[in-house]
T-cell receptor, first 113, second 115 residues
C-alpha cells in the first residue's frame, strides 16, 4: 500500500521569500503525484500533478514541483510567496492500479508580512 | 455551477441521530469519491463509485456508514446512530474517469458536529 509523508506540519515564511514544502512517498512503482491546496472552509484545489516525463512540473499560482525518484520525493516550491498563499497544502499519491488518492498529513503555511 | 456541490455546508446534530450528506459531482464525471477530514487523522478515503460498477467501500470505518449514488450522478453519504468521533469535515470529489492518474475535483465539504 502506498503512503505519503509531509514532514513539516507548520511552516512560516516571510512574504516575498522562497518556499519549499517537502513530500516523501512510499510506493512500489512510479506513482501518480499531486499537490493540492486548501484554504479555510474550502475544499481542495489541484495545484499540479506528475504522471511521467519531465520531472519538473509547473502548476497554477506560480508553483512548481520536482519528482526525484532516487529520494522518493515530490517537493513543492515557489520562488516568491504571497500573503494569499497562506493555506494548508496536501501531497497525494494515486496508485497505477487503484482509484482513490492517499494523502499526506498536510503542511500549514503561514506568511508573515 | 461548474464545481462539485455539497450540502449542507454545516450540520450539527445530537449523538445517536442519523445524518445524510449530499454530493452533486461535476456534470459528466463518472467517478465519485467520499473522504473524511478530521483532526489527527488527516484525509481518509471512505468510498468510491464508478459508473454502474459496485462501489469500493473499503474505507468505510463501520457499518453505520453507507452511501449510494443514484443515476450515476448525485450521491448521499448516510451515517446512522452518530457518535462524537464522527465529527469531521466530509469531502466529496469527482473525476472524469476512474484511475489513479485522474485529478479529483473537490467540493467545499460538509462540516459535521456531533454534540
Amino acid at each position: 500500500a502506498q503512503s505519503v509523508t509531509q514532514p513539516d506540519i507548520h511552516i512560516t515564511v516571510s512574504e516575498g521569500a522562497s518556499l519549499e514544502l517537502r513530500c516523501n512517498y512510499s510506493y512500489g512503482a512510479t506513482p501518480y503525484l499531486f499537490w493540492y491546496v486548501q484554504s479555510p472552509g474550502q475544499g481542495l484545489q489541484l495545484l499540479l500533478k506528475y504522471f511521467s516525463g519531465d520531472t519538473l512540473v509547473q502548476g497554477i499560482k506560480g508553483f512548481e514541483a520536482e519528482f526525484k525518484r532516487s529520494q522518493s520525493s515530490f517537493n513543492l516550491r515557489k520562488p516568491s510567496v504571497h500573503w494569499s498563499d497562506a493555506a494548508e497544502y496536501f501531497c497525494a499519491v494515486g496508485a497505477r492500479a487503484g482509484n482513490m488518492l492517499t494523502f499526506g498529513g498536510g503542511t500549514r503555511l503561514m506568511v508573515k508580512p | 455551477g461548474a464545481g462539485v456541490s455539497q450540502s449542507p455546508s454545516n450540520k450539527v446534530t445530537e449523538k445517536g441521530k442519523d445524518v445524510e450528506l449530499r454530493c452533486d459531482p461535476i456534470s459528466g464525471h463518472t467517478a465519485l469519491y467520499w473522504y473524511r477530514q478530521s483532526l489527527g487523522q488527516g484525509l481518509e478515503f471512505l468510498i468510491y463509485f464508478q459508473g454502474n460498477s459496485a462501489p469500493d467501500k473499503s474505507g468505510l470505518p463501520s457499518d453505520r456508514f453507507s452511501a449510494e449514488r443514484t443515476g450515476g450522478s448525485v450521491s448521499t453519504l448516510t451515517i446512522q446512530r452518530t457518535q462524537q468521533e464522527d465529527s469531521a469535515v466530509y469531502l466529496c470529489a469527482s473525476s472524469f474517469q476512474q484511475g489513479g492518474n485522474q485529478p479529483q475535483h473537490f467540493g467545499d465539504g460538509t462540516r459535521l458536529s456531533i454534540l
